[in-house]
């Protein structure tokens, strides 16, 4: 079946340092990703759609110039964390569709511990 | 998109059978129900995905009555591994390009 991969799993950095998260689709052509961050306990929260070759569609209280998200390729979305603090600290999430749309496919996740 | 309704928590033990029941009182036609397993610390896994009636797969049955404004996911034998958050989402299957939005999600919980 179809596998999302991120990577790293964890990272941890310090505050006002700058993170990249990377969000790979492994055997299939993902035109949209999408990219959550959940906290602890709680469900996921949609942060931004990633669509290949634009702009990411970002959600009511995401900043844009805070979780940059980068979709140069069909199977790669990139979401960075700029000057990262630690209330940033969280599971960050990516999903992928393939065109088809059918069935959409989450990665393992990754930690961001920001110290 | 369609809201969803589930329990917060269910407790089960090891053998038995174990029946979520999700709402989605307005759902639209086009709108397909799919559920999802999410481990803690691990992205959400898909388990099933169904329009109407039942369908089945190797690890979970999805029932769906004729008005399909709820469905029951179905779990036969549960084991200890089964506990995890499941999570009911209603969206339409051939629209790649929208995101899912998750509820709260059921925390079923199985016990030796």
């Known amino acids: 079946g179809a596998v999302v991969s991120q990577h790293p799993s964890w990272v941890i950095c310090k505050s006002g340092t700058s993170v990249k998260i990377e969000c790979r689709s492994l055997?299939?052509?993902?035109?949209?990703m999408f990219w959550y961050r959940q906290f602890p306990k709680k469900s996921l929260m949609l942060m931004a759609t990633?669509?290949?070759?634009?702009?990411?569609?970002?959600e009511q209280g995401v900043e844009k110039d805070k979780f940059l998200i980068n979709h140069a390729s069909l199977t790669l979305s990139t979401l960075t964390v700029t000057s990262a603090h630690p209330e940033d600290s969280s599971f960050y999430i990516c999903?992928?569709?393939?065109?088809?749309?059918?069935?959409?496919?989450f990665g393992e996740g990754s930690w961001l511990t920001v110290v | 998109l369609a809201k969803t309704t589930q329990p917060i928590s269910m407790d089960s033990y090891e053998g038995q059978e174990v029946n979520i029941t999700c709402s989605h009182n307005?759902?639209?036609?086009?709108?397909?129900i799919t559920w999802y397993q999410q481990f803690p610390s691990q992205g959400p896994r898909f388990i099933i995905q169904?329009?109407?009636t039942k369908v089945t797969n190797e690890v979970a049955s999805l029932f769906i009555p004729a008005d399909r404004k709820s469905s029951t996911l179905s779990l036969p034998r549960v084991s200890l591994s089964d506990t995890a958050v499941y999570y009911c989402?209603?969206?339409?299957?051939?629209?790649?390009?929208?995101?899912?939005?998750f509820g709260s999600g059921t925390r079923l919980q199985v016990q030796p």
């Open positions: 169904g329009y109407k």
């Open positions: 989402l209603v969206g339409e299957r051939s629209t790649g390009r929208r995101a899912l939005t």
């Open positions: 999903s992928a569709s393939g065109a088809s749309g059918n069935t959409i496919y």
């Open positions: 307005n759902i639209a036609t086009n709108d397909y």
């Open positions: 055997d299939f052509q993902a035109t949209t």
């Open positions: 990633s669509n290949e070759g634009s702009k990411a569609t970002y």
